[in-house]
């Protein structure tokens, strides 16, 4: 498996994604995953194998077993040995080279990303040569090409998997270099699982793909931790809270937040805005804010990370995601484990698997004031959502994700249904 | 004794409320989408509607009149009849002179007051029944509740008022072992007797119909019959009970539901069934034992019980706000006629069955709306609106009871001016035969000359003159009064 990020380091809901794929996947018993990635911090769980693409060799050196022997995170110097053993090609022109003869990466989404994603395209080959594997699956465009590589190499079938296409992340204005390699790793996937149905509509429509090896496999979330569980709400009585949480960007449409509360605010002064998050956009927020004369209202705590995130849904009585378009969206889910009531937009996939939602057009300000305004003022409404809300994520798993994942991959290495006993007992397990 | 089949159809259609934004509350008291209202009222009335009730007045003249059948007509629905489809009202009329066809008693609103609050359901089942009576020139004498909603104390209620008989869901869930083809009686108040609906019987014309993978399909109006027919020995009363709208409607035309409606009449006469009006099944059968009804039953859904309309949280929050103790007394006491023309509309079930989450393996029909929380969300809005409305009417010191005696007083005022302006009127003409030859108009123009009977007149009109200016802003009636006393007010001055 090839991915970019992997907890506990979380750029975006990327890693937290691969984990519960992983996890899913882990919990069958005879699934064994090695997870290449960019940079671990070796603090990852021990349920699957790590590989460190940092300390993977590309050009022979000659080093010393009790030298390099604890300098390695995530796989061991045995690896590295046998991962030495199966160099394909002369890459000593490469920049950056180190005296492992490997090629460090900087991690998360640096600068000179492109290259780093060619690099990481040239280390998966040598994993390919070395490495006994039934399966690829690549996760996001990042790998998609460490993917195709693997694939030409051994043979095996590539499954990708796209939580994201540059359609939604631009609105429409694709840059032609990740299209090109969003487009090319899907010509050569075998399976392409895609994070809702409006994905791979994205996928079948815009990328020209198959529609029968496009497989929609929604995301799930983890039960709460105890700690998390436990916080109590810090709320000021007759005062509401509407929070909206991710990047301030263009994707996710914090401006149609901004215009549903200047209407709210216009009816009823007790409530609150928080916009948790930072991006590129956050400036020109805090100024429509003050133009409009809502800036008391409105609050801009900044980027919120573990805990905090967890903390800010449960203070608030309304979660609202605008986004304009949503691959996903894991953060209704959250928003509903702990209680509080979501209002997502239509395009948003996570809409898909939820019925205890209020779902409106990211663009219909007037509805989704109007939603706002009703959970705040209703109680029924409130109270109704949040205790259905929390039934209906609680039956949303990871394990059930990784029973469908198990599925695809049986028919992918044209394996049936009903040949694997142990695999059979932790379908009953699970269920 | 020959089995007789009790036929029976509810005429009603929501009025879909339009798009109302919390932003509109205070300043918007229109609430109805008129297009959607116009365009369903008139498609229904030409698929089905205006078909449906043609065919049974065939039958009528066909069969020698051996052809029976009741309606039931929420009173929102003939406002809406009234404005958009009067065309209908006259093949209503017709059937009526038929003799063939009574017509039910329900709640005006088609609401769900008989749970709610007892006062405003007596008021609104009056009002339907007058309403019935200016139309159709019958009284009701048997009741059914809006969706058939009914228990013990709405039993007793209804015999209270006076009805005969009620419709009643043979739920199983209420009859147990028992047979829905007997009358009971209710178990509070054994005036008042139960004709059961045969849901069976009924879903497979209202429901099956057209259905192609139903084991029974196609139904024809022999095997239907033959079911009839084959009941046990004494079973006697098969209500068959549903929406007007399933002729033509859910069934559609191409299914042939009318041709099979049409064949019956004969056909059972060939087996030995009849027909007959609610009255005469209730006139013929004796109740056979009182029937127990602890909780509200209904015919919606499979549950026959009031979960999709009072299920969720939501829907009892609109529920009991709408049938607040102090709104209602307030609107039962106000007179304003918008308010309650609004109060009818908002009441209506179909408002609290857009809200409801349950699964009921059909879909749920939500009108305009795209889902329960939007239907919750806009009901509630308007809600807000007619609730602020209604407490702006009078300040919110005064108690309802204090409302209602001000009211009564208002009343009796009226009625008193009234009696006195028959004694003036009296008076005048006594005062004319008595002889003064000068009109009366001309004297204002010429005052000189007639001193005396000019005198004798403000004399006379005085007392209620004086009275009058105080007690009348409010009692339309009594407004001719003070414009014919202004001028006799005058002349003393001038003299």
Same mark, same amino acid.
């Given at each position: 498996?090839?991915?970019?990020?992997?907890?506990?380091?979380?750029?975006?809901?990327?890693?937290?994604?691969?984990?519960?794929?992983?996890?899913?996947?882990?919990?069958?018993?005879?699934?064994?995953?090695?997870?290449?990635?960019?940079?671990?911090?070796?603090?990852?769980?021990?349920?699957?194998?790590?590989?460190?693409?940092?300390?993977?060799?590309?050009?022979?050196?000659?080093?010393?077993?009790?030298?390099?022997?604890?300098?390695?995170?995530?796989?061991?110097?045995?690896?590295?040995?046998?991962?030495?053993?199966?160099?394909?090609?002369?890459?000593?022109?490469?920049?950056?080279?180190?005296?492992?003869?490997?090629?460090?990466?900087?991690?998360?989404?640096?600068?000179?990303?492109?290259?780093?994603?060619?690099?990481?395209?040239?280390?998966?080959?040598?994993?390919?040569?070395?490495?006994?594997?039934?399966?690829?699956?690549?996760?996001?465009?990042?790998?998609?090409?460490?993917?195709?590589?693997?694939?030409?190499?051994?043979?095996?079938?590539?499954?990708?998997?796209?939580?994201?296409?540059?359609?939604?992340?631009?609105?429409?204005?694709?840059?032609?270099?990740?299209?090109?390699?969003?487009?090319?790793?899907?010509?050569?996937?075998?399976?392409?699982?895609?994070?809702?149905?409006?994905?791979?509509?994205?996928?079948?429509?815009?990328?020209?793909?198959?529609?029968?090896?496009?497989?929609?496999?929604?995301?799930?979330?983890?039960?709460?931790?105890?700690?998390?569980?436990?916080?109590?709400?810090?709320?000021?009585?007759?005062?509401?809270?509407?929070?909206?949480?991710?990047?301030?960007?263009?994707?996710?449409?914090?401006?149609?937040?901004?215009?549903?509360?200047?209407?709210?605010?216009?009816?009823?002064?007790?409530?609150?805005?928080?916009?948790?998050?930072?991006?590129?956009?956050?400036?020109?927020?805090?100024?429509?804010? &003050?133009?409009? *004369? +809502?800036?008391?209202?409105?609050?801009?705590?900044?980027?919120?990370? $573990?805990?905090?995130?967890? /903390? %800010? !849904?449960?203070?608030?009585?309304?979660?609202?995601?605008?986004?304009?378009?949503?691959?996903?969206?894991?953060?209704?889910?959250?928003?509903?484990?702990?209680?509080?009531?979501?209002?997502?937009?239509?395009?948003?996939?996570?809409?898909?698997?939820?019925?205890?939602?209020?779902?409106?057009?990211?663009?219909?300000?007037?509805?989704?004031?109007?939603?706002?305004?009703?959970?705040?003022?209703?109680?029924?409404?409130?109270?109704?959502? &949040?205790?259905? *809300? +929390?039934?209906?994520?609680?039956?949303?798993?990871?394990?059930?994700? $990784?029973?469908?994942?198990? /599925? %695809? !991959?049986?028919?992918?290495?044209?394996?049936?249904?009903?040949?694997?006993?142990?695999?059979?007992?932790?379908?009953?397990?699970?269920? | 004794?020959?089995?007789?089949?009790?036929?029976?159809?509810?005429?009603?259609?929501?009025?879909?409320?339009?798009?109302?934004?919390?932003?509109?509350?205070?300043?918007?008291?229109?609430?109805?989408?008129?297009?959607?209202?116009?365009?369903?009222?008139?498609?229904?009335?030409?698929?089905?509607?205006?078909?449906?009730?043609?065919?049974?007045?065939?039958?009528?003249?066909?069969?020698?009149?051996?052809?029976?059948?009741?309606?039931?007509?929420?009173?929102?629905?003939?406002?809406?009849?009234?404005?958009?489809?009067?065309?209908?009202?006259?093949?209503?009329?017709?059937?009526?002179?038929?003799?063939?066809?009574?017509?039910?008693?329900?709640?005006?609103?088609?609401?769900?007051?008989?749970?709610?609050?007892?006062?405003?359901?007596?008021?609104?089942?009056?009002?339907?029944?007058?309403?019935?009576?200016?139309?159709?020139?019958?009284?009701?004498?048997?009741?059914?509740?809006?969706?058939?909603?009914?228990?013990?104390?709405?039993?007793?209620?209804?015999?209270?008022?006076?009805?005969?008989?009620?419709?009643?869901?043979?739920?199983?869930?209420?009859?147990?072992?028992?047979?829905?083809?007997?009358?009971?009686?209710?178990?509070?108040?054994?005036?008042?007797?139960?004709?059961?609906?045969?849901?069976?019987?009924?879903?497979?014309?209202?429901?099956?119909?057209?259905?192609?993978?139903?084991?029974?399909?196609?139904?024809?109006?022999?095997?239907?019959?033959?079911?009839?027919?084959?009941?046990?020995?004494?079973?006697?009363?098969?209500?068959?009970?549903?929406?007007?709208?399933?002729?033509?409607?859910?069934?559609?035309?191409?299914?042939?539901?009318?041709?099979?409606?049409?064949?019956?009449?004969?056909?059972?006469?060939?087996?030995?069934?009849?027909?007959?009006?609610?009255?005469?099944?209730?006139?013929?059968?004796?109740?056979?034992?009182?029937?127990?009804?602890?909780?509200?039953?209904?015919?919606?859904?499979?549950?026959?019980?009031?979960?999709?309309?009072?299920?969720?949280?939501?829907?009892?929050?609109?529920?009991?706000?709408?049938?607040?103790?102090?709104?209602?007394?307030?609107?039962?006491?106000?007179?304003?006629?918008?308010?309650?023309?609004?109060?009818?509309?908002?009441?209506?079930?179909?408002?609290?069955?857009?809200?409801?989450?349950?699964?009921?393996?059909?879909?749920?029909?939500?009108?305009?709306?795209?889902?329960?929380?939007?239907?919750?969300?806009?009901?509630?809005?308007?809600?807000?609106?007619?609730?602020?409305?209604?407490?702006?009417?009078?300040?919110?010191?005064?108690?309802?009871?204090?409302?209602?005696?001000?009211?009564?007083?208002?009343?009796?005022?009226?009625?008193?001016?009234?009696?006195?302006?028959?004694?003036?009127?009296?008076?005048?003409?006594?005062?004319?035969?008595?002889?003064?030859?000068?009109?009366?108009?001309?004297?204002?123009?010429?005052?000189?000359?007639?001193?005396?009977?000019?005198?004798?007149?403000?004399?006379?009109?005085?007392?209620?003159?004086?009275?009058?200016?105080?007690?009348?802003?409010?009692?339309?009636?009594?407004?001719?009064?003070?414009?014919?006393?202004?001028?006799?007010?005058?002349?003393?001055?001038?003299?």
């Amino acid at each position: 498996m090839f991915g970019w990020e992997f907890p506990p380091k979380i750029y975006g809901g990327l890693a937290v994604a691969s984990y519960g794929i992983t996890k899913g996947l882990s919990l069958q018993g005879d699934v064994e995953t090695t997870f290449c990635m960019p940079k671990p911090t070796g603090q990852e769980e021990g349920f699957l194998k790590i590989v460190n693409m940092s300390q993977v060799p590309v050009v022979w050196r000659d080093v010393w077993y009790d030298n390099i022997k604890d300098r390695f995170i995530g796989h061991t110097a045995e690896d590295y040995y046998r991962f030495r053993d199966h160099l394909y090609a002369d890459f000593n022109y490469l920049q950056g080279l180190d005296d492992m003869g490997c090629i460090g990466f900087a991690g998360g989404y640096p600068g000179n990303l492109h290259e780093e994603i060619n690099n990481f395209s040239i280390i998966a080959g040598v994993l390919a040569r070395s490495e006994q594997f039934d399966l690829i699956h690549a996760h996001d465009w990042l790998t998609y090409p460490a993917g195709v590589h693997a694939k030409m190499v051994s043979g095996k079938p590539l499954c990708i998997h796209v939580h994201a296409t540059d359609f939604d992340r631009s609105r429409g204005k694709v840059n032609p270099t990740v299209y090109s390699i969003e487009k090319n790793g899907m010509d050569h996937a075998d399976c392409i699982m895609c994070v809702s149905e409006l994905t791979r509509q994205t996928v079948i429509n815009q990328y020209h793909q198959d529609p029968r090896k496009c497989v929609a496999m929604h995301n799930a979330v983890y039960p709460l931790d105890e700690e998390i569980r436990n916080i109590v709400p810090n709320k000021k009585k007759g005062e509401k809270v509407v929070t909206y949480l991710g990047r301030i960007t263009m994707q996710k449409g914090p401006e149609y937040f901004l215009e549903a509360a200047k209407r709210v605010l216009e009816r009823s002064r007790n409530i609150r805005f928080c916009f948790a998050g930072s991006g590129d956009m956050m400036n020109a927020m805090i100024e429509l804010a &003050a133009s409009y *004369g +809502i800036a008391d209202r409105c609050h801009f705590p900044g980027f919120q990370r $573990g805990k905090q995130v967890y /903390e %800010c !849904y449960k203070n608030s009585d309304v979660f609202v995601m605008p986004s304009v378009s949503e691959p996903f969206g894991i953060a209704p889910l959250e928003a509903m484990q702990c209680g509080c009531p979501s209002i997502i937009s239509k395009q948003s996939g996570c809409g898909e698997i939820l019925s205890n939602v209020i779902k409106v057009d990211y663009w219909d300000i007037d509805a989704m004031a109007d939603a706002i305004y009703s959970i705040c003022q209703y109680d029924a409404l409130h109270d109704y959502l &949040a205790e259905e *809300g +929390i039934k209906e994520v609680d039956r949303i798993t990871w394990e059930k994700v $990784g029973l469908r994942i198990r /599925e %695809c !991959y049986n028919q992918l290495i044209g394996r049936g249904w009903f040949d694997n006993g142990e695999y059979l007992n932790a379908v009953k397990n699970i269920k | 004794m020959m089995k007789t089949i009790c036929l029976y159809f509810e005429i009603h259609q929501p009025i879909h409320l339009k798009r109302y934004r919390f932003f509109d509350i205070g300043t918007d008291h229109y609430y109805y989408d008129d297009y959607e209202n116009e365009r369903v009222i008139n498609e229904l009335f030409e698929k089905s509607y205006k078909p449906a009730l043609q065919t049974m007045l065939d039958m009528i003249a066909e069969n020698g009149k051996a052809f029976k059948v009741a309606f039931s007509i929420s009173g929102v629905s003939l406002e809406l009849i009234e404005q958009y489809a009067p065309e209908m009202l006259d093949l209503l009329g017709r059937l009526a002179a038929t003799g063939c066809v009574e017509f039910l008693a329900e709640p005006y609103s088609h609401g769900l007051s008989s749970l709610g609050n007892a006062d405003n359901f007596i008021a609104e089942t009056k009002r339907q029944a007058k309403k019935i009576k200016q139309l159709f020139g019958q009284n009701p004498k048997v009741f059914r509740n809006s969706s058939l909603i009914y228990d013990d104390e709405i039993g007793a209620m209804v015999a209270d008022m006076g009805f005969k008989g009620m419709m009643v869901e043979g739920a199983k869930h209420i009859l147990g072992w028992k047979s829905p083809h007997y009358i009971y009686s209710c178990a509070q108040d054994s005036r008042l007797s139960l004709i059961l609906r045969d849901y069976k019987l009924s879903d497979d014309i209202g429901l099956r119909f057209n259905d192609a993978s139903w084991s029974e399909y196609p139904l024809m109006a022999d095997k239907w019959l033959s079911w009839v027919a084959s009941l046990p020995e004494g079973e006697n009363v098969v209500g068959i009970m549903m929406e007007l709208a399933a002729l033509g409607y859910y069934q559609p035309l191409s299914s042939h539901i009318l041709d099979f409606l049409r064949a019956l009449p004969k056909l059972a006469k060939d087996m030995g069934i009849q027909f007959a009006t609610p009255s005469e099944v209730l006139a013929k059968n004796k109740p056979v034992s009182p029937l127990e009804v602890i909780y509200p039953v209904s015919w919606n859904d499979e549950e026959r019980d009031t979960s999709s309309m009072l299920g969720n949280g939501m829907q009892r929050d609109a529920f009991n706000k709408l049938y607040d103790e102090n709104i209602v007394g307030r609107i039962l006491a106000s007179r304003d006629r918008r308010i309650q023309q609004d109060w009818d509309r908002l009441q209506a079930t179909e408002n609290f069955r857009f809200m409801t989450t349950k699964n009921n393996g059909m879909g749920n029909y939500r009108g305009i709306y795209d889902s329960e929380y939007d239907a919750f969300t806009n009901y509630m809005n308007i809600l807000g609106d007619f609730l602020k409305r209604v407490k702006d009417m009078f300040p919110d010191s005064v108690e309802n009871d204090e409302l209602n005696s001000l009211y009564t007083q208002i009343a009796n005022m009226g009625e008193e001016l009234n009696v006195k302006d028959n004694e003036i009127s009296r008076l005048r003409a006594r005062l004319k035969k008595l002889g003064s030859p000068e009109e009366e108009v001309p004297k204002e123009e010429t005052p000189a000359p007639e001193k005396k009977p000019e005198v004798k007149k403000a004399q006379a009109k005085k007392t209620p003159a004086k009275k009058a200016p105080a007690k009348q802003p409010e009692k339309p009636e009594a407004k001719e009064a003070p414009k014919k006393k202004a001028p006799a007010k005058k002349a003393p001055a001038k003299k």
